[in-house]
């Protein structure tokens, strides 16, 4: 009769139920579970088959390690553990056979215990209670922007929380005895995490509303973890709030007496909690939360396993350059033992250089093709032959990948092929990577197609719009982002804050034009100061204080402009000339040596070194730097103009 009750006025959404209470976590993975889930679009339908250690594998896996294996645990969220992905099509499946493909002496084991909805929380406490017992020789673990956004200050609790001031105006504020807990420890949870391992409960949950009622009830009661305020111990959150403290570069902060290095400049939660008006004194104790959970994860690590690699995942929006990397700066050494890396730039290089899609339609889920590419990346990695501290290094190097790594990656994708190709997908991805290219007249093109036949996916409208503010077509770049602030409520203050950069920036450049550098000059800064972060006008404002002979605020946005492009040659080249018009020619060359070791083969700069030389005195030392740039571009007619005034010139030696 209740049944019967809940299926007329309570309908609830039944789901296959793959979870349950396990190792102190209320969302583990159920043992020995053989289902089909049938997901909803961009994701398709996969089956998840688990062995009896609750990790999604159909062989037993030993906690004792044969005396020539080597294992590597594997700790993420869903990306790691692949929704949409057969098992024998997940990077940590084909990881395991590329590591062993050359392996003599020793074999590789590659354990995934990555769960849906898990996050730093989940991965310290499943070390701590199940993943040491398999003796793991390297740990890895996902960092994800979403991990920052986890609530810490529910979960998280110590046992004392000391502090003082100190007589220079700092207060010293020290955490001590961490305590975790994930879920209430009652009779009530812990009898449900009985009949949730149930063979009965799994197949009656197919069918019953009422029992699929009580397992969202007691998931979300389970996974509260303990109030701020209850005894087991204090709260970070309720000891900022009710002491009126702020996340401030003058506080000082350490666990058990260690420093915390607590960069409070930027931090996704802060930003989300500001941006969307939430608790901000929640954020701010989830940002101390998150770095001493780092720590002593970090810690714990170390004593289960010889290694640990942190792997900074990027989403599917910066992959494919729909928005700009929003992590913070990673705190902790880079030691021989721990390693942090940033895996932006070669998932950025491949995804725009490169056909075959990686993600699922504007999700963060990597497809067959993009598990494949993940698990060809980290073979590389773990079997570089670098020195372990050295490895965080290895993403910041550009990687020429073979024809036949291509290949392979579209095929792993032929499966589904047709799934992806829904909703002119491609057509995205084409545009996108033409924007990134800077083939701005083929990215017009392409992405005014996508948006023809995709006229709601209002981001497209603003990327548009930024490809025509690059090819100076302002007014139609007004008129996309005015259409695009239809699109989702959160992103509109970004869309009109590209609408007032774009008009004051316009206003600026007409008055350039005219060489009306003063009257220029108050709308770039206005454009800087709406885009303060993106730092977008670094150059325009150099040049304007340049012209106006402030030496000091155009060296000021020259070198601005090198810190967010240090790889940029051109940021080198225009403050080397500012130094070299205003006679520091030493610093002049400073700065065309280092234009000289990002791109040795561009002729401009050997024609503005020659120039420096050529002012100290050193005719033939700048005759040679003139003749060795028309070796790399011979039709030059600067550089020709320039060599034969030094040739003409009377040899002066100057000190």
């Known amino acids: 009769m209740l049944e019967v009750t809940i299926r007329v006025f309570l309908p609830q959404k039944i789901e296959p139920n793959y979870h349950t209470p396990a190792f102190k976590i209320p969302n583990a993975l159920r043992s020995n579970v053989d289902i089909k889930i049938k997901e909803h679009e961009p994701i398709p339908d996969y089956q998840i088959v688990t062995n009896e250690k609750n990790i999604r594998n159909n062989l037993p896996i030993p906690y004792q390690k044969p005396s020539q294996e080597f294992r590597i645990l594997l700790l993420g969220d869903s990306v790691f553990f692949g929704p949409g992905i057969q098992f024998e099509e997940t990077f940590s499946n084909q990881l395991e056979k590329f590591l062993n493909v050359n392996a003599k002496e020793k074999r590789f084991k590659v354990i995934n215990s990555s769960v849906p909805a898990w996050g730093p929380l989940e991965y310290f406490v499943y070390l701590k209670n199940e993943g040491h017992k398999y003796s793991p020789d390297l740990i890895i673990i996902s960092s994800f922007l979403d991990d920052l956004r986890q609530s810490f200050s529910q979960k998280i609790t110590f046992r004392d929380i000391e502090w003082e001031k100190t007589t220079d ?81 003058k506080t000082i902060w350490s666990y058990e007496s260690k420093l915390l290095k607590i960069n409070p400049e930027y931090q996704p939660a802060l930003y989300f909690a500001n941006r969307y008006k939430q608790d901000v004194v929640e954020a701010e104790a989830n940002v101390v939360l998150y770095n001493v959970l780092m720590q002593e994860f970090l810690d714990l690590a170390s004593t289960a396993a010889g290694k640990t690699l942190i792997l900074k995942i990027p989403s599917f929006f910066e992959a494919v350059g729909l928005s700009q990397p929003k992590h913070p700066e990673w705190v902790f050494d880079q030691t ?12 950025f290089d491949f995804q725009n250089s490169h056909s075959p899609f990686l993600f ?33 290094e290895l ?17 792993a994708n032929f499966r589904i092929l047709e799934f992806l190709e829904k909703d002119h997908y491609q057509l995205l991805l084409n545009g ?3 924007k990134n290219q800077n083939l701005l007249k083929e990215a017009e093109k392409t992405l005014t197609q996508y948006i023809q036949l995709q006229p709601e996916q209002y981001e497209a409208y603003f990327h548009l719009a930024m490809v025509h503010f690059k090819l100076k077509h302002y007014q139609k770049a007004l008129a996309l982002l005015t259409e695009a602030q239809k699109g989702h409520a959160l992103e509109i203050p970004k869309y009109r804050r590209a609408y007032k950069f774009i ?10 034009s005219q060489g009306q550098f003063k009257k220029a000059l108050p709308f770039f800064l206005k454009a800087d100061e709406t885009e303060k972060r993106r730092e977008l006008v670094n150059n325009e404002l150099a040049t304007i204080y340049s012209t106006l002979k402030n030496f000091t605020k155009a060296e000021f946005y020259y070198k601005k402009e090198i810190k967010k492009r240090p790889g940029w040659v051109p940021s080198h080249l225009n403050l080397g000339s500012l130094y070299l018009a205003n006679k520091q020619y030493n610093q002049a060359i400073k700065q065309y040596q280092k234009a000289l070791e990002i791109d040795p083969n561009f002729f401009g700069t050997y024609t503005l070194i020659g120039e ?19 070796q790399l571009k011979h039709d030059d007619q600067f550089t020709k103009s320039q060599l034969k005034k030094w040739t003409a010139a009377p040899l002066v030696q100057r000190k």
């Open 169 to 249: 105006g700092f207060l010293k504020i020290n955490l001590i005895g961490m305590q975790v807990s994930l879920s209430r420890n009652t009779i009530l949870t812990t009898l449900w995490e009985k009949i949730s391992q149930a063979d009965w409960y799994a197949k009656l949950s197919q069918t019953s509303h009422l029992l699929n009622l009580i397992r969202f009830r007691m998931s979300a009661v389970s996974s509260q973890g303990f109030p701020s305020a209850s005894s087991e111990g204090k709260s970070l959150k309720d000891f900022l709030k009710e002491s009126g403290l702020r996340l401030n570069p």
């Open 336 to 347: 021989d033992t721990t390693q942090h890396l940033d895996l932006f730039k070669p998932f």
């Open 360 to 392: 699922f339609h504007f999700n963060n889920h990597w497809t067959p093709g993009g598990h494949l590419f993940f698990a060809k990346l980290l073979a590389r990695y773990i079997s570089d032959k670098k020195p372990f501290r050295q490895i965080h």
């Open 395 to 411: 993403p910041k190097q550009s990687i020429s990948w073979p024809p036949e790594t291509h290949q392979s990656v579209e095929n």
């Open 432 to 434: 996108m990577r033409q």
């Open 503 to 512: 008009k004051n920036y316009w206003e600026g450049e007409k008055n350039l």
């Open 612 to 630: 420096v030389h050529f002012k100290l005195g050193k005719r033939d030392i700048a005759i040679k730097m003139g003749q060795k740039a028309l």
